[in-house]
């Protein structure tokens, strides 16, 4: 399987630019996508394959790399932003990162 | 408007079966496939099994593999997910969920909870 590496925990203050990064065991190309989950809700897709912003999310989300590099970065970070954060490759069969907490200060 | 709605979960006893259920609407099901994703309490998100568009296809993770059974009713719009053999690591949230290059549309999920 291919493992997905994120850091666990960000906190940052509102109107800040902030990345959250996922390193992959492998190469999985430009096969990675980033979610958005909420406390007691269901995922949401914000990036796909890499850098395509989902529609209707804001542009203030972006995604970026290749290979086995890759981040999301949110600019501005606004109060609504306080999520968990999730890359997901599909590559191969698809695997998580475990997730990056972010708490908007 | 994509909504997904799954049904047919709650307790189960260790060993037994579970049958849960997606209905989908808003799109044209035949045309996707789909999948299962989980979370178990306080845990981060594990694909589970994806069919495709057709059903002719099926995809599972190890640890399901010869227990669990992705189907789907391109008819009646409708996911299924058969759990057979159930243990107590299988205790989580299932989601259904479309498939076009990532995950796109999620359903609300289901508590699957296997306990004595």
């Known amino acids: 399987d291919t493992v997905l590496t994120q850091s666990p925990a960000l906190a940052v203050s509102p109107g800040e630019r902030v990345t959250i990064s996922c390193r992959a065991s492998?190469?999985?190309?430009?096969?990675m996508h980033w979610y958005q989950q909420k406390p007691g809700q269901q995922p949401t897709l914000l990036i796909y394959?890499?850098?395509n912003l989902e529609s209707g999310v804001p542009a203030r989300f972006s995604g970026s790399g290749s290979g086995t590099d890759f981040t999301l970065t949110i600019d501005p970070v606004e109060a609504d932003d306080t999520a968990t954060y999730y890359c997901?490759?599909?590559?191969?069969?698809?695997?998580f990162g475990s997730g990056t907490k972010l708490e908007i200060k | 408007e994509v909504q997904l709605v799954e049904s047919g979960g709650g307790l189960v006893q260790p060993g037994r079966s579970m049958k849960l259920s997606c209905a989908a609407s808003?799109?044209?099901?035949?045309?996707?496939?789909m999948a299962w994703v989980r979370q178990a309490p306080t845990k981060g998100l594990e694909w589970v099994a994806t069919?495709?568009?057709?059903?002719?296809?099926?995809y599972y993770r190890d640890s399901v593999k010869g227990r669990f059974t992705i189907s789907r009713d391109n008819a009646k719009s409708t996911l299924y997910l058969q759990m057979n053999s159930l243990r107590s690591e299988d205790t989580a949230t299932y989601y259904c969920?479309?498939?076009?290059?990532?995950?796109?549309?999620w359903g609300q999920g289901v508590m699957v909870t296997v306990s004595s």
């Open positions: 997901q490759q599909s590559w191969n069969d698809p695997t």
């Open positions: 394959l890499a850098s």
């Open positions: 969920t479309r498939v076009e290059d990532a995950f796109d549309y």
């Open positions: 808003g799109f044209t099901f035949s045309n996707y496939g």
């Open positions: 069919i495709s568009y057709d059903g002719s296809s099926t």
């Open positions: 492998e190469s999985v190309s430009t096969l």
